[in-house]
């Protein structure tokens, strides 16, 4: 949820979500959020990273993925 890039946010999911039908996967409606810095996932998916001293930031996002219909959320 908290790349820069918009592909990361929708674009990616528009394209696989063919083929979630197609198979009949069951789809997870998840939040993937990035906490810090320099992970191969911040570098890759353009992150603005989360700082580990501001949990209430992280916080915030959970109702907001929420309101997004998501169920889950994944900290990384």
Known sequence: ??????YYISQAQALGAP??????LEALPTAHLVIGEG???????????IPFDKPKIAA???PSAQFLGMRFVYLE
């Open 1 to 6: 949820m908290n790349s820069e890039n918009p």
């Open 19 to 24: 083929n979630v039908l197609k198979f009949g």
């Open 39 to 49: 992970t191969s996932a911040w570098f890759v998916g353009n992150v603005r990273g």
């Open 60 to 62: 915030a996002y959970s």
